[in-house]
């Protein structure tokens, strides 16, 4: 049975973006940059909602091609290219970058992914993660919580409806006080 993850930079406050999808907040510097590129390179199959796909693809498939563009800018970027991806959206016709579109019910695609063999999975973009946080399917939640409150947005949890039971099994400081926590699911 394969893995899957739901990790996302947050706020202290519990989003992943502020209101009207800023990301500012949460650019990361070189050692957090690079523990993201590590995990695309090890991610064997990521699952993108539209937006988070539709922001990623709009920059990454043509940022190690900007002027200026720092190596490991340029790494992140071919690994992210070549990682394989699916795109869950009901109104999106056409992805590209290594990616293949689902436009069927997500929790049950996801159902039967995890119940192949294969390596590890990312699931991407909050909306997305909180259909599998319902039915169960998150096997870890990596939290990268950046010390700033955006007062709104989009969370990183959903409404449940009952406790999902958790085990820390790493915690990591990065520079500028972001701090990983890494939980299992308790099964």
Known sequence: MRKLT????LSLDGY???PGGDLG?????????????????????ALYGRKLWEA????????DQQPG????????????QEMPKLVFSAGTTAVDWNARLITGDAVAEITRLKADDGGPMDICGATLAASAMRAG?????????????????????????????????????FPHGVLLTRYETRR
Do not use: C, K
């Open 25 to 45: 907040w949460s650019v990361p510097d070189d050692e957090l940059f690079q523990w993201w590129s590590d995990r695309v390179e090890a991610t064997e199959l």
């Open 16 to 18: 992943t973006a502020a």
């Open 6 to 9: 739901f990790a996302m930079n």
């Open 69 to 80: 563009v720092t190596p490991a800018h340029i790494q992140y970027a071919h690994r992210w």
């Open 56 to 63: 990623m693809s709009s920059h990454w498939s043509t940022a």
């Open 137 to 173: 399917l998150i096997d870890e939640y990596v939290l990268l919580t950046h010390p700033v409150l955006v007062g709104g947005g989009t969370p990183f949890f959903t409404s449940l409806d009952g406790w999902v039971s958790l085990d820390l099994v790493e915690t990591r400081a």
